[in-house]
């Protein structure tokens, strides 16, 4: 993880490894693709964009709930969130369509993702 000149915070993911300070590996994460989607654990998105993740499993609903009271909501029937093993991921695409500060590019295996 580094802040790059312009501000923003860079995340690279490569092979389901964060890489942070020259390629150290901290932690195991899951870059699932699904077709033209790619989706990235929703804890991950959360820290990232500074939001409390709750996970409505009746309704099949997400909610980021960001601590200026402001909510962004993501629903399994919008394929935008589904849950597996008690792990909930979100579409990066439509994470990007509700927070325009979240830009992503997914490519050989390295998901690189900007916030700022």
């Known amino acids: 993880m580094k802040v790059v000149n312009n501000g923003k915070l860079t995340v690279?993911?490569?092979?389901?490894?964060?890489?942070?300070?020259?390629?150290?590996?901290?932690e195991p994460i899951p870059v699932i693709q699904k077709g033209n989607k790619v989706y990235l654990p929703?804890?991950?998105?959360?820290?990232?964009?500074?939001?409390?993740?709750?996970?409505d499993k009746a309704n099949q609903t997400l909610t980021l709930q960001k601590s200026d009271s402001s909510k962004l909501t993501f629903t399994a029937a919008s394929q935008s969130v589904w849950s597996?093993?008690?792990?909930?991921?979100?579409?990066?695409?439509?994470?990007?369509?509700?927070?325009?500060?979240f830009q992503w590019n997914y490519k050989d295996g390295t998901l690189t993702l900007q916030i700022g």
């Open 12 to 26: 690279t993911i490569k092979n389901n490894q964060l890489m942070a300070f020259e390629d150290l590996t901290l």
């Open 42 to 55: 929703s804890r991950i998105v959360a820290a990232l964009t500074n939001a409390e993740p709750k996970w």
């Open 84 to 101: 597996e093993k008690d792990e909930t991921y979100l579409e990066l695409g439509a994470i990007q369509s509700k927070f325009p500060a």
